[in-house]
């Protein structure tokens, strides 16, 4: 799944030369958290409702009180991290989380194309993990080595059962690591009985099978 799958392709944006009052009417009324700022179609930085929130903090100000004719370039981010349209959905999520940045605009050659947030990655990972989809979890502890999920995926083939998503844990504890798996069946026993005869233990939430 790449950015371009999930990103927001419905601009909302600002200019640098709009106000606090116009930028946060813009937030409130499309009930969004980032605002890229747009001039002369360049993305020159991008601001947050926490931003706004900061440079006119108190509702006691009044409709004319001066916080709120400061230009939005005065307190915009001019830093932007941005992704582009090809670019994986994982590696999005790593450069949110190594910037420590809620949302990512999307530049294609220069032109603002869309932006993704962190409910976008979120979203997206729970749909790579099948969770919308009717299905059971399953997680095996195997070998930390070549072949064991070919070995796992072999049971599901012979059991007539279709993987949904499959995930391996980047831990490694003594040699091993956990496979987690979402399979279409709701009646796990007899694939869990064919995992535990191969050898393999099965992780529950209550302990190892």
């Not at 009052?21 to 360049?42: F, G, W, Y």
């Not at 915009?76 to 809620?102: F, I, S, W």
């Not at 026993?189 to 005869?197: E, N, S």
Request: aromatic share 4%; charged share 25%; hydrophobic share 45%.
């Amino acid at each position: 799944m790449l950015v371009k799958d999930i990103m927001t392709r419905e601009l909302v944006t600002v200019k640098s030369t709009e106000t606090i009052r116009e930028a946060m009417a813009k937030s409130q009324e499309k009930r969004i958290r980032h605002l890229p700022v747009v001039d002369e179609e360049k993305l020159v930085g991008i601001v947050s409702d926490r931003d706004l929130r900061y440079a006119c903090p108190s509702p006691y100000s009044g409709e004319n009180g001066p916080c709120w004719q400061i230009k939005v370039g005065a307190i915009m981010q001019k830093r932007v991290v941005t992704a582009h349209p090809l670019d994986p959905v994982e590696d999005a999520a790593k450069m949110m989380l190594e910037n420590r940045v809620g949302c990512l605009p999307v530049l294609l050659e220069d032109e603002l194309v869309g932006i993704v947030t962190q409910g976008d990655i979120v979203m997206a990972f729970a749909e790579l993990m099948g969770v919308y989809k009717r299905s059971s979890r399953i997680e095996v502890r195997v070998p930390d080595q070549p072949g064991m999920l070919a070995e796992v995926a072999q049971i599901m083939k012979e059991l007539n059962i279709n993987v949904v998503s499959v995930f391996l844990a980047p831990k490694t504890e003594n040699g091993f690591k956990n496979l987690i798996l979402r399979i279409e069946t709701m009646n796990t026993k007899p694939v869990i009985d064919r995992i535990l005869a191969k050898g393999f233990t099965v992780i529950n939430p209550f302990g190892e099978v």
